[in-house]
């Protein structure tokens, strides 16, 4: 069963416009962890942001911000005023509580292209 | 480097043949793993090592896969008798303990068999 869903494939903006990334998850534990990191064209991951299950408070890196929320399962990331350098590839991860919690369940991605 | 170095950044191989892919973690991480990524596929989970406890082989998709990972340091995944359906970037990310944190991922290395 499909832990990790992002519907968007394929996202193509103008620079400067806003770009929100869905990302819908599924698990039965009360403790887990999400996560987002971005695959540039050289194919490295790149860690964005970790968030628990209790912290519900959304967050804020510059350009970067998260939406969590537990009541429709989402933890949707936007990036503001886009740049040609925000190009890349998006993948949301869940990691749930337990003796395997160092397993993430990766969603398929969804590919930014910033056009300038 | 201070990163994640994974090698061969490219490797294209006939069916059949058997192929070796190294993993260099960064320097004190414990915790080190393989991912493989198909075209179009998120992330798909291979192994776990964490130090010196039995690695979790799980996820490893045939008994054609397998993993060593020497002195806690250097992996290596070795893929015999390799199919077309092998074909697809696998990925080597370490972190520092075991657990649910940040990992660091290497460049990957795009695996072809024709």
Do not use: M
Not at chain 1, 97 to 107: E, I, P, Q
Not at chain 1, 110 to 116: D, G, K
Request: glycine fraction near 8%.
């Amino acid at each position: 069963a499909q832990k990790v869903t992002q519907a968007q494939t394929e996202i193509s903006v103008v620079e400067k416009e806003d770009v929100t990334l869905d990302c819908v998850y599924e698990t039965r534990d009360t403790t887990y962890y999400l996560f987002w990191y971005k695959q540039p064209p050289s194919g490295e991951l790149v860690f964005l942001i970790r968030r628990n299950s209790f912290d519900e408070q959304n967050e804020i890196s510059g350009r970067y911000s998260w939406n969590f929320q537990k009541s429709t399962s989402s933890f949707n990331f936007t990036i503001t005023a886009s740049q040609v350098v925000d190009s890349a590839v998006y993948f949301c991860a869940l990691s749930e509580a337990g003796s395997n919690d160092y397993k993430l369940s990766f969603g398929a991605g969804t590919t930014v292209t910033v056009r300038a | 480097g201070a990163g994640v170095s994974q090698s061969p950044s490219n490797k294209v191989t006939e069916k059949g043949k058997d192929v070796e892919l190294r993993c260099d973690p960064i320097s004190g991480h414990t915790a080190l793993y393989w991912y493989r990524q198909s075209l179009g596929q998120g992330l798909e989970f291979l192994i776990y090592f964490q130090g010196n406890s039995a690695p979790d082989k799980s996820g490893l998709p045939s008994d054609r896969f397998s993993a060593e990972r020497t002195g806690g340091s250097v992996s290596t995944l070795t893929i015999q008798r390799t199919q077309q359906e092998d074909s697809a970037v696998y990925l080597c990310a370490s972190s520092l303990n075991r657990g649910n944190e940040k990992l660091f991922f290497g460049s990957g290395t795009q695996l072809s068999v024709l």
